[in-house]
């Protein structure tokens, strides 16, 4: 059986771009940028903690994707 880790490596590589977040997120990318931009929730202080620039780009690890999707934490507006 695949783990989620093993799916997202084998469809984005060690590392994913926000709009390839927003994506498997099911979310839009400006809304993600927006959830990260001011953390309310855990997973996006988790995303937060682990995301790494290169240039002006910012990239997630898929080990901390995975662990957030693992874990089944809600992805939702804060309101």
């Known amino acids: ?27 839009k990318p400006e809304g993600l940028r927006m959830a990260l931009l001011k953390p309310t929730s855990e997973w996006a202080r988790c995303l937060n903690a682990h995301k790494v620039y290169i240039g002006r780009r910012v990239y997630f ?11 089944g934490s809600e992805i939702r507006d804060d309101r």
Not at 61 to 71: F, G, Q
């Open 1 to 27: 059986m695949r783990t989620t880790f093993d799916i997202l490596k084998e469809q984005y590589g060690a590392v994913m771009t926000l709009e390839q977040l927003a994506t498997t997120l099911s979310r």
């Open 61 to 71: 690890p898929i080990e901390a994707v995975a662990r957030i999707l693992d874990a």
